[in-house]
Structure formats: structure tokens, C-alpha cells
């Protein structure tokens, strides 16, 4: 069912006072196999220092004990530059679309392997990507051209087809570094750090493949437009594929839309456009730390406006463009 008629599984309802928040220190549950707050805009828009070490390797996105065997991946590769995506991957307005979450983190990681093909040893420092229309549980196609070549800067970017027709535009600068140690500073205070907080059930606010797969560890309880929380996952990116610590941490940064709902979704649509991510530091280890505000205004755009943290505190900050508008036949 095309998001703008609502989600295919109803989300649970009741949010007027918050997100429903039932913490559980067991997070070991293996994800189900369903499709989550995935995105389709609508059918016409086609749609620490002092801090231990994470010691958990994060292949493709897993937080697991090292040397375990992962339950399993979000896409599995059909060859170099076409990938076919799990049920894991499935979205919470329509279980038949996925969610962009992992999909993003698949896209950066082309993206990554694109840059180092270069040889010059830029880093992505910023990513934006163009939600082009309805992100079908399909096959995808990912494209990739340097825009604007440069041995310190350069300009990416990258096409996401799906069935033959573009459905996502990610644009990429690549940015060299340089030893600015001695004058960084300026950023937020640190997260508690996850290992000290308890599990959210995030699959008892919105269904889908995606949101089942991921641990959620809110810092407090989740409140109206206002959440921050740990997201991490024990999911592979790609089926036995290595990919590097951005791509993975990227992959759970559009999770922000969902942990702060100020409407029920059962009631009103809300789903992201874009996804712009702005980096000052590299991020490392399995947890995707995102302290998120969600502004809606009076004409149906919104705006959610988040805070970017690994363990070792802010690495940068994600903006995502909302389409806000009540369900057909909701009463809201």
C-alpha cells in the first residue's frame, strides 16, 4: 500500500503522550524476518576517552561479539554494482518498500569504494541524499561519477535505480585530512555511553524487517519530538562483504525520523525526503548515537534536526526534510 494511504501494518497506537517505552536489557532477541519506517514520500512522489573501548567488531554494521556469526545482512551482492536487498531491509509505512536506513549506508559504502579507487585518500565529510520516489523491496542498480575531480576536494555522486528508474541522488564531498588536533574543539558533551542503559522495543511503535533488526537505547525516555538514543544493529551491510566503519555507522542514521514521533503514524504520515549529513570527525565503533529534535510547522513540512555521536562523543550533525499530512480517513 503506497504511504500516503498508510502503513500496510498498523503502528501501534496511542503516541499522543510519547512513544511507548518499555525498556528490556535483552537485546539478544534474533530480528524477525518482516519487513520499517521506511520511505516512500507518497505514491506521487513515487513514491570516549574515558570511556571503555567498543571491543565488538562491526563488519557490514554488526555490533557482535567478535568471531560470532552474524544472523544475517540487509542486501546481499549480485555482482559489482547491483545489490538485492532482505527482508531486513523492509520499511514501516509499507511492507513491500525498504527502509532508506540501510540503503543509505549501501550507498555510501559505493561510494567509499569509488573514492579509494582514486588513489587520493579523501574521506566523505559530507553526504545528502534526494529521496526520488517509492524505494520498492527490489533489486537496486547504484551508479557512480565524479563530479568535481581534485587532489584535496572532490565531488561525488551516486544513482540508485530500482527497476530502471532513479529512486535515490546522493551527492558526496570528499574532503583530505590534516592534522588539526591542536585547535579542534567546539562540539557537545558526550552520550551516557549505551552499555549503561536499557533497551526500547522500537518494533512495539512501528513494524517492519528494518526496525525489528535494530537495538534502540534511549538516554531517558523518548518524549514528542524530542529523543536521544543509541541505534546499533547485529545485521551485516552486505551479505560477506567487508565494509568500513562510515558506511555502517550511515547505514543507522535515518533511524532519527522514527524515535521521535510528535503524531501517531497510525494518524498522520511524516516521512523524510532527503537525509543531509554533515561530519567533523570519523565516526567509530557499532553505535550510532542520535540526539534528535523533530519541528513540525503550520503549512506540512517539517524537520528533523539531529545531533551525531559515537561512543567518543559528537562526530557531526543529520538534517532530514519532512512531508507532513494526515492519513486519509484518520480524523487528525
Known amino acids: 500500500m503506497p504511504a500516503s494511504q498508510g502503513p500496510s501494518q498498523g503502528p501501534s497506537q496511542g503516541l499522543s503522550q510519547g512513544p511507548s517505552y ?38 557490514g554494521g554488526s555490533a557482535r561479539s567478535a568471531g560470532s556469526v552474524a544472523p544475517g545482512s540487509y542486501f546481499e551482492r549480485i555482482d559489482e554494482m547491483r545489490f538485492k536487498p532482505t527482508p531486513h531491509a523492509g520499511g514501516a509505512w509499507n511492507a513491500d ?44 542498480e547504484i551508479e557512480v561519477e565524479t563530479v568535481r575531480p581534485g587532489r584535496t576536494i572532490s565531488l561525488v555522486e551516486a544513482v540508485v535505480r530500482i527497476g530502471g528508474r532513479p529512486v535515490v541522488r546522493a551527492r558526496a564531498w570528499l574532503l583530505a585530512e590534516w ?3 591542536a585547535v579542534a574543539g567546539g562540539s557537545d558533551a558526550r552520550l551516557t555511553p549505551p552499555g549503561e542503559l536499557d533497551s526500547w522495543r522500537m518494533s512495539e511503535l512501528w513494524p517492519g524487517g528494518y526496525i525489528a533488526s ?22 551485516d551491510l552486505i551479505a560477506g562483504v567487508p565494509v568500513g566503519p562510515l558506511a555502517s555507522y550511515l547505514a543507522l542514521v535515518d533511524t532519527a525520523n522514527g524515535i521521535a514521533v510528535r503524531q501517531p503514524p497510525t494518524e498522520w504520515m511524516f516521512p523524510n525526503v532527503d537525509l543531509t549529513v554533515h561530519l567533523h570527525r570519523r565516526p567509530t565503533g557499532s553505535w550510532t548515537g ?40 484518520s480524523g487528525g
Do not use: M, N
Not at 538516554?219 to 545485521?235: K, N
Not at 513540525?296 to 512531508?323: I, M
Open 290 to 329: 542520535l540526539d534528535t529534535t523533530v519541528t513540525w510547522g503550520p503549512a506540512g513540512q517539517g524537520l528533523t534536526s539531529t545531533v551525531l555521536h559515537d561512543v567518543h562523543g559528537p562526530v557531526g550533525r543529520a538534517e532530514q526534510l519532512l512531508t507532513v499530512r494526515p492519513l486519509s480517513g
Open 179 to 181: 592534522d588539526t588536533g
Open 97 to 140: 518498500e525498504q527502509h532508506f536506513s540501510p540503503l543509505g549506508g549501501l550507498v555510501a559504502h559505493v561510494l567509499e569504494e569509488h573514492a579509494a579507487a582514486s588513489g587520493q585518500g579523501l574521506v566523505v565529510s559530507r553526504i545528502s541524499y534526494d529521496i526520488l520516489g517509492r524505494l520498492g523491496l527490489d533489486e537496486c
Open 214 to 235: 535494530v537495538d534502540v537505547r534511549p538516554v531517558g525516555a523518548p518524549t514528542p519530538g524530542r529523543t536521544t538514543a543509541w541505534i546499533s544493529t547485529p545485521l
Open 22 to 59: 518499555r525498556p528490556s536489557r535483552d537485546s539478544s532477541q534474533t530480528p524477525s524476518q518482516g519487513p520499517s519506517h521506511a520511505h516512500s514520500p507518497d505514491a506521487s512522489h513515487d513514491s570516549s576517552k574515558d570511556t571503555a573501548p567498543d571491543t565488538r567488531e562491526r563488519s
